[in-house]
């Protein structure tokens, strides 16, 4: 298995830019998991999907994030417009069932917002 | 409450000495618990879970780590630390609707 795929590894972006971050599960996950990474703040849950549907995104900052699953194998992570408080690293993580808790974590995307 | 508190930031050990990182929990529930690692610039690899069964749970690498539910503890230990385990790592408390809670990170530093 290839693992939790995501794309780009590395973007940088001006401030005001719309940031498009994308994520495919392993296949045969059911719950797939958002993360931002920050030195100030850690490792932080932003937004998770099981079948495909949002259960909680308490954790996405504010209005400018969005996170979509339009299909079990597909994940976006839309940041519309940009700013460079979101220069972070953005992980993906996807695990089979709904209170298995086991993560398996993409290499992440690097986020630079100038 | 779920919580997971690892006490130390950094720890830095000597190759082929034995390695401890500690973590204390709080949870309402049973819990689960793993230790991830997290080499540089990449993403977090699991190490090793317990999911209420053996409290004595063996990991990759030669890493393992004990469940004490008395002391509300799940510290990571391996041997003889070896250059390649320098790396963060992450105690993590899995309940309540499958989420995870992460610890602050223990940053391990391994010198010739």
């Known amino acids: 298995d290839a693992g939790v795929i995501q794309s780009p590894r590395h973007e940088v972006t001006e401030m005001g830019q719309e940031v498009t971050l994308r994520c495919k599960p392993i296949?045969?996950?059911?719950?797939l998991f958002w993360y931002r990474q920050t030195m100030m703040r850690g490792l932080e849950l932003l937004i998770y999907f099981n079948n495909n549907v949002p259960i909680d995104d308490s954790g996405m900052p504010e209005d400018r994030f969005s996170a979509k699953m339009p299909n079990a194998s597909f994940s976006t992570l839309k940041i519309q417009p940009s700013e460079p408080r979101d220069s972070a690293v953005y992980f993906c993580?996807?695990?089979?069932?709904?209170?298995?808790?086991?993560?398996?974590f993409g290499p992440g995307t690097r986020l630079t917002v100038t | 409450a779920q919580s997971v508190t690892q006490l130390d930031s950094h720890v830095s050990v000597s190759e082929g000495t034995p390695v401890l990182l500690r973590c204390n929990y709080s949870?309402?529930?049973?819990?689960?618990l793993f230790w991830y690692v997290q080499h540089p610039n990449k993403g977090l690899q699991l190490l090793l879970k317990?999911?209420?069964?053996?409290?004595l749970v063996k990991g990759i690498n030669g890493f393992e780590a004990e469940f004490k539910k008395s002391e509300t503890s799940f510290h990571l230990t391996k041997p003889s630390a070896h250059m390649s385990d320098a790396a963060e790592y992450f105690c993590v408390l899995g309940g309540g609707g499958n989420k995870l809670t992460f610890g602050t990170g223990t940053q391990l530093k391994v010198e010739l």
């Open positions: 949870s309402s529930y049973s819990p689960s």
């Open positions: 317990y999911t209420s069964a053996a409290t």
């Open positions: 296949s045969g996950h059911n719950s």
């Open positions: 993580a996807s695990s089979f069932g709904r209170d298995t808790y086991e993560q398996y």
